[in-house]
């Protein structure tokens, strides 16, 4: 059964080159903001790409406000999500992800497919290894609720290489050796990725609810069910403090 | 027992697999409760007028074949009995009936209720390979079949009908247009507006901006971490993404692309509005988990933001 397309299926890695080279404070500018890792909207080189329906929609971004549909590709009638990485896109369906060749920009190309990670969720990267969650809802087929490690050096060729058993884990965000998940009613979960393979949790914030995260040098920005909520976090440490929260209301 | 006429057994339930496919395909839902969610695997195909009614005079027809084909009672007692069957199912869909079952009475389905009923009497007429064929027991136990067998085909008429009230599955809703003339009005900035909903987050530079899923943009100012200042929401219906490049902010609207300038944060302006890029999604502001049956729906009258009750 496949489900409403609204539905979160995601396989996304947060665009941590889309900062360029200054990934650093808020003082630098950045030519491209960061997402969290549910968007479906990626900005490559002088191109938006968009999710629309079973297609990639391309815009030439050149010139911001004389934006023009570029190109549309086609994919697959279930893709949920897209990112990009290292010259390529990887663009999450509900039975897998397909692979396509970026070395272009605007012009991507197929490469290959892989159908492991079949479910609802955003991935993000780290160094070599990609991050999966899976959620069973009623949309997603696979009905398990896990975090899949995958290793992905060869991108063409990816391997898992790990599964943590979660509750429902959502969206998720990555950098360095801090793994953060939502995960539902059981909180958010700090993962420190020492070992890549291993994630190890070492804190757990129970009160939130969240649904999708930021995080960079040290900030970490949630989008929960109560707010909008922001804390700072180390990599020597493993909790994080709370720097301030906007209500729902 | 062997079936009495087997040209009209079989029409029979030829018309009552055309019944079953204008479920799946125009209702969007399986009344043999097999496919959960047919709509999700093949689009529905819209149909108007007199053809909602088609399922009654399926109804009528494929049943009154079929016991036909199996009994080969007095084709007009035939008749009577599926057209009644379907009239009583009819009444109890109007509101003054004792106890109503869910669904919407319709003069037109009566109509078609009769015009089956009639239609059947008059092929048996015209047609003489479909005449009656007395029946003659060829044992006892022929005789207790033939009860059964009609027990069964009743019962298998009547909870179709039942099966097939899709308003239980699916209660029927009547969509809410925002018309695109509303949809693409000038772009408008609200202030002090709370946040209702969290949606996705996107950073760029010192500002961090949250959808408000389907609502808009809410921008702060996010140099003090500790004390993120709201700047502003974008009014913007059917937004769900967001991406900023170089101070622009490329945003969806339901089926549009809006590019929204800010080199000055505090009054974003309007760059350019892509129409019609992103296709329509007529159940994008529904919760997925909610099963929801659009009624009627119209895309012409714009895009839906909500249910009437």
Redesign the interface.
């Known amino acids: ?7 979160i299926v995601l396989l996304f890695i947060l665009i941590l080159q889309g900062c360029d080279d200054s990934s650093s404070s ?1 003082s630098t ?8 890792s ?6 490559v080189d002088n191109y ?1 790409y ?1 999710i ?2 079973k297609n990639i ?1 391309l ?1 030439d ?1 050149t010139t ?6 570029f190109a549309l590709v086609p994919v697959a009638f279930d893709i949920e999500t897209l990112f990009s990485y290292n010259n390529a896109l990887f663009i999450g369906a509900q039975n897998g992800v397909y692979i396509y060749d970026n070395s272009v920009p605007g012009n991507p190309k197929y490469i290959s497919e892989f159908s492991h990670a079949e479910s609802c969720d955003p991935v993000v990267i780290s160094g070599s290894h990609a991050y999966i969650t899976l959620r069973s ?3 997603c087929r696979l009905g398990v609720n896990q975090l899949d490690v995958l290793d992905v050096s060869d991108i063409y060729n990816p391997i898992l290489k790990n599964t943590v058993v979660m509750q429902g884990p959502k969206g998720l965000g990555v950098d360095s050796t801090r793994l953060f998940v939502c995960d539902g009613i059981a909180g958010l979960k700090i993962f420190d990725l020492t070992d890549p393979i291993l994630p190890n949790l070492i804190h757990t914030e129970s009160d939130l609810d969240c ?4 995080a ?1 040098n040290g ?1 970490l ?1 949630v ?3 109560s ?2 909520v ?1 804390y ?1 976090y180390d990599f020597l440490t493993s909790g994080i403090s709370l ?2 929260s ?4 | 027992m062997e079936i009495r006429n087997k040209r009209s057994f079989y029409l029979g339930c030829f018309v009552l697999l055309i019944g079953y496919t204008f479920y799946l395909f125009v209702r969007g839902f399986d009344p043999l409760g097999i496919i959960e969610n047919p709509f999700e695997i093949v689009p529905l195909i819209e149909i108007k007028g007199l053809s909602k009614s088609l399922p009654t005079f399926l109804h009528v027809l494929s049943f009154c074949l079929i016991s036909h084909g199996l009994f080969s009672y007095n084709p007009f007692l035939t008749s009577s009995f599926w057209v009644s069957i379907n009239l009583i199912f009819e009444y109890l869909q109007h509101p003054s009936s004792l106890f109503t079952l869910m669904g919407t009475f319709t003069f037109e389905d009566v109509l078609a209720a009769f015009l089956a009923g009639f239609i059947f009497l008059v092929i048996l007429k015209f047609c003489p390979k479909f005449k009656q064929v007395k029946f003659k027991p060829l044992s006892r136990w022929d005789d207790y079949l033939k009860v059964i067998a009609q027990i069964v085909i009743s019962v298998a008429g009547i909870s179709s009908i039942m099966a097939s009230s899709d308003t239980e599955h699916f209660p029927r809703e009547n969509a809410i247009y925002l018309s695109y003339e509303e949809l693409r009005r000038p772009l408008t900035i609200q202030f002090d507006r709370p946040l209702k909903n969290t949606g996705k987050i996107y950073t760029f530079n010192n500002y961090l901006f949250i959808s408000e899923p389907n609502q808009g943009i809410h921008i702060y100012d996010n140099s003090d971490t500790t004390n993120p200042i709201s700047k502003g929401f974008i009014v913007l219906p059917g937004n769900l993404d967001i991406a900023i490049k170089n101070g622009f902010l490329f945003a969806d609207s339901f089926i549009d692309l809006v590019i929204i300038d800010l080199s000055n944060p505090v009054q974003p302006i309007l760059a350019k509005r892509i129409e019609n890029v992103f296709p329509y999604d007529a159940y994008q502001v529904f919760d997925p988990e909610e099963s929801i049956y659009l009624y009627n729906l119209d895309e012409s009258k714009g895009v839906v933001i909500g249910l009437s009750k």
């Open positions: 059964m496949y489900k409403n397309n609204k539905l808020t500018e950045s030519t491209v903001g960061q997402a969290g549910l968007s479906r909207f990626s900005i938006l968009a629309s329906g929609q815009f971004i911001p406000n004389e934006t023009v549909p809802a009623n949309n649904y999708d995260v930021i960079n900030l920005i989008s929960d069910q707010g909008l922001q700072q720097l301030s906007i209500f729902v209301e």
